[in-house]
């Protein structure tokens, strides 16, 4: 992947065009350790005092290749050329892209040379330059420019790595341009400092992540027709993929009703995310909100009832499985019915994974109306985050059992930025995003990809000390994968820093990140992690991304990162990767 300076590109670019081709350049796996600068300025050029490059792409080999990207249609009639955008608006060229653009690389070429001298080692590397047409073949070719030096859209179905190598060998053909850098490498860096020197590091990715953050916080228009919607219905399913809302909104509305006065349970399926509900309930103060894990408040009502000496026999003779999805169930409903309903409402988070007939008896019995007349709302995401159960015989034991009842979803991811969203459901599996991709752009997703465990922490190590050196709180971070702690390469971390010492990772094991000290880093398996989030996320141990199941906990873990999301992923996933990313650049992708 190239490194692209700036990291993302202004969100006042207009062009279309030349944001498909940052897309290409920062995507293609074969442009790893080039520098391409977009939309370098100049200040002198032959035709005026100013000037500008659409790229400068400078390869590791020795080459400086400068590209003019026209999106849009493009004519040319009595020597005058036009491009028409997408809106019908007509731009007219002084003179062709061609010109413009060997212009621009002589200019170029002129900079380097004043600031490191014509003799310099410097000046050796090879000069080319390329006119890019994204969304029409090239024009005729005529005695102005070379075949190689013009990119058109069915070019583009390769890897523009290849397309970029293929001008630099012609120009070099053409030229008789024989010598070479005796460091090349060494002299493309020189050139990046000098064209822009140290720009990535003005604006940190702490500092991206921080204006996302704050943009992140407020709920969406979306959320809150839905608010209004189930205020307006005594039971409703609400369906929305990964990042819409739905915890958010479960918390919300139960925090509303317990304020007038009605007696609540909110449960959910995970641990972790049950101790964020009852520290959230505890902080409110509202004695009539029980707000806990589903299968935490089934054990206390067992333990609380007559039946208790019961199922503690029949849960010591039980493994874990047969506890939970049977012993413990049976025995809650039980306890149920030998107490009156006393719940006025229940709410449902993980809905997806909770919505089973045995867990319907349960919460039939203990609502008031029971689940036909009650008042019930139930958040889940029946797409791609059900890890633990059959949502379709869970969907038709509800509708079996309360045949009338509100549907509704939300649309809008107001979790992820733009970015995280749409790689999320890309690497997915998803034909089109699952939702409404938000509008704050962010920081591009960060793929690492490392060869052998060992490979894999070293490069786990250096991202976590370029994280913490930048200002990170080790509390903003969370490592997550699918394997357990103990088989996960995290549990080996061990990383000094500049700013905050040796930093090491644990497991979580309850509530929220920030209960943990300020030289940690938490770690949680994609499955414990689920319904939870941070604003920085780094995924271990990724070794596949093209089966059904893989793609499940990419969905889930991918989708817990609000602002920066961290890929550590094996070599030989790396060209399925780069299949899924080209797929956004394509016509079909839209959200």
Known sequence: MARMIPPQYEQSTASGAEKRIFHLLENDPDTEDWFVLHSLGLTHRSSGPYGEIDFVVLVPSGAVVCLEVKGGRVSCENGCWKTTDRFGAVKDFKRSPFLQARDGMFSLLRAIEGKFGKTSDHCLCLFSYAVVFPDVEPPPQTPEFELWEAIGRDDLRSPISRLLLKLVSSQRKKTGFTRIPAAPESCIRDIRQFLRPDFDRVVSRHTVVCEAEASLVSLTEDQYVVLDMISDNERCLIEGAAGTGKTLLALEYARRQALVGKRVLLVCFNRLLADCFEQSAKEW????????????????????????????????????????????????????????????????????????????????????????????????????????????????????????????????????????????????????????????????????????????????????????????????????????????????????????????????????????????????????????????????????????????????????ARSLLIMMIHDSAKEAIAKSLVRKLQEGWKS
């Not at 809008?412 to 995280?420: A, G, L, V, Y």
């Not at 490592?479 to 995290?490: G, I, N």
């Not at 497991?507 to 604003?535: C, D, N, W, Y």
Request: charged share 20%.
């Open 285 to 560: 103060g509202q004695p009539s909100l029980v707000a806990t894990s589903y299968f935490r408040y089934l054990r206390s009502l067992v333990l609380a009832s007559q039946v208790r000496q019961e199922f503690e026999s029949a849960a010591a003779n039980a493994d874990q499985s047969t506890l939970f999805s049977e012993v413990l169930p049976f025995y809650a409903l039980l306890a149920a019915e030998y107490q009156q309903p006393s719940i006025d409402v229940v709410v449902i988070d993980e809905a997806q994974d909770l919505l089973k007939p045995e867990t319907i008896d349960v919460i039939s019995a203990l609502l008031k109306g029971g689940i036909a007349g009650g008042r019930w709302y139930a958040f889940g995401d029946f797409t791609r985050q059900c890890l633990y159960g059959n949502v379709s015989a869970g969907l038709d034991s509800l509708a079996s059992r309360c045949p009338h009842f509100a549907r509704t979803k939300l649309q809008t991811n107001c979790r992820n930025t733009r970015r995280i969203g749409e790689e999320t459901a890309l690497l997915s599996g998803f034909t089109a995003p699952p939702y409404k991709l938000g509008q704050i752009d962010g920081l591009p997703v960060d793929y690492r990809y490392w060869r052998n465990r060992e490979h894999q922490l070293e490069k786990l190590t250096d991202v976590v000390r370029a994280l913490m050196n930048e200002g990170f709180d080790p509390r903003d971070v969370v490592l997550v994968s699918h394997h357990k702690f103990a088989d996960s390469v995290a549990s080996k971390l061990a990383c000094a820093t500049r700013t905050r010492g040796t930093i090491s990772s644990t497991e979580l094991r309850s509530g929220a990140p920030h209960g943990l000290s300020a030289s940690t880093i938490a770690f949680a398996t994609v499955q414990a992690f689920k319904g939870m989030e941070s604003s920085a996320i780094i995924f271990c141990d990724v070794e596949q991304v093209e089966n059904e199941e893989p793609q499940a906990l990419l969905y889930t873990g991918m989708s817990r």
